[in-house]
Nanobody, 124 residues
Framework: QVQLVESGGGSVQAGGSLRLSCAASRVTYRSYWMAWFRQAPGTEREGVATIYTGGSSTYYADSVKGRFTISQDVAKNTVYLQMNSLKPEDTATYYC?????????????????WGQGTQVTVSS
């Protein structure tokens, strides 16, 4: 069973930065799509960014392009989400997710391994 453990959430003022980490275990790391999703209260979970661990292809939601960067450390089986220029609307619980196949890179239902989530709160 794949395990995903997120860390790095917290509270920050608008314009600030945070870096989230997702450590993957019990997985053949080099053949997965590893993504970050987020969900604010009363909203649907939305894809933020994803990376293919076998080739480093990346995709981003339009709302975060130019502000967020997804990256990986293959030696540590860890994916990161660097979040800069944070806005109050980025406030959400952020989830790490993994899958071996996608029909669309940030399609929620394509991902079948999920972490527990980490809270990000951005104040104005």
């Amino acid at each position: 069973q794949v395990q995903l453990v997120e860390s790095g959430g917290g509270s920050v003022q608008a314009g600030g930065s945070l870096r989230l980490s997702c450590a993957a275990s019990r997985v053949t790391y080099r053949s997965y799509w590893m993504a970050w999703f987020r969900q604010a209260p009363g909203t649907e979970r939305e894809g933020v960014a994803t990376i293919y661990t076998g080739g480093s292809s990346t995709y981003y939601a339009d709302s975060v392009k130019g502000r967020f960067t997804i990256s990986q450390d293959v030696a540590k089986n860890t994916v990161y989400l660097q979040m800069n220029s944070l806005k109050p609307e980025d406030t959400a619980t952020y989830y790490c997710a993994a899958t071996q196949w996608v029909t669309s890179p940030l399609k929620n239902s394509d991902y079948y391994y999920w972490g527990q989530g980490t809270q990000v709160t951005v104040s104005s």
